[in-house]
Structures are given as structure tokens and as C-alpha cells.
């Protein structure tokens, strides 16, 4: 008789443990990425900002948001993963208008770090770079602004 308690209390506090530990685990979100997932492309985007410059391989003086005297815009791409050889473009808008395309490739290996600069010639208001795949398609786009 003992021993059938011993095996229903184990039960019902095996059952309360784990019942208790689905709400916990259901209500966790999952992290946020910033990186695409890696399909036709080939590759995987790591990381794109936008900043003053490059120093060492890596951006600097990153912002959502530049005075109009900013010069020079600076879009910097992290791609990882790359399976093959293969080449991205960097479009340029200044609202609707696109003002700069410019193409630059992706070599086969675990990491390649590249970048594109813009003239910003003082235009102030809403500025966006999409970067395109070697097929057109938009993979990824970040927006920023003149002011």
C-alpha cells in the first residue's frame, strides 16, 4: 500500500512539473534576429547599418538620422555563409527617387564584409538603400534620414 502511494505521489508530482513548466516555456519569445534567413541568395545578411565611414573594416558614427552637412553616407553589409561567388547591389533612393546603383560581389566563404558611399550633394528628407540580390530581388533594406 506504501509503495502505491509512493508511485501516485511521484506521479502527480511528476505531471504537476511538467504542467506547470508549459506556460513558462510557451510564454518565452524567441530573440529577435537582424539577419535574413539564408535562401536563394546563398548567403545570409549579418548585418546592415548605415554611418559616416568605415575604419578597419567595421562602421562608424552608425545613426538613423544625419545633419545635412554629412557629406558622405556609408552603407556597410556583413554577409556570412556565402556558398558561391556571387554579387549584390547596393540602390540608393532619396524618397521615390532612386539615385545610385551600385553593384559589388560576394566571394565563396564564412564571411565577407562590404560597402557602399553616397553623395549626400545636401539633400535633406527620407533616404532608404535596398540591397539586391544577384537575381533584382530586394533582400533586405534600411532606411535613414537627412536633416
Known amino acids: 500500500m506504501k509503495k502505491h502511494v ?35 541568395s546563398g548567403f545570409t545578411i549579418a548585418r546592415v547599418v548605415v554611418g559616416t565611414g568605415v575604419d578597419n573594416l567595421e562602421p562608424v558614427g552608425i545613426a538613423e538620422a544625419f545633419p545635412s552637412t554629412t557629406e558622405k553616407v556609408y552603407c556597410f553589409l556583413e554577409a556570412t ?38 553623395n549626400l550633394k545636401g539633400l535633406k528628407g527620407d533616404w532608404k538603400v535596398e540591397i539586391r540580390g544577384a537575381d533584382g530581388k530586394v533582400l533586405k533594406d534600411i532606411i535613414f534620414k537627412v536633416e
Open 6 to 40: 509512493a508511485v501516485i505521489l511521484i506521479l502527480i508530482f511528476t505531471v504537476v512539473t511538467v504542467w506547470g513548466m508549459v506556460p513558462i516555456a510557451s510564454g518565452q519569445e524567441k530573440a529577435k534576429q537582424e539577419v535574413t534567413s539564408k535562401g536563394a
Open 81 to 118: 555563409g556565402i556558398t558561391e561567388d556571387t554579387e549584390i547591389s547596393f540602390v540608393w533612393f532619396h524618397g521615390d527617387k532612386e539615385m545610385l546603383k551600385f553593384d559589388l560581389p560576394l566571394k565563396i566563404g564564412p564571411r565577407w564584409r562590404t560597402y557602399a558611399f553616397k
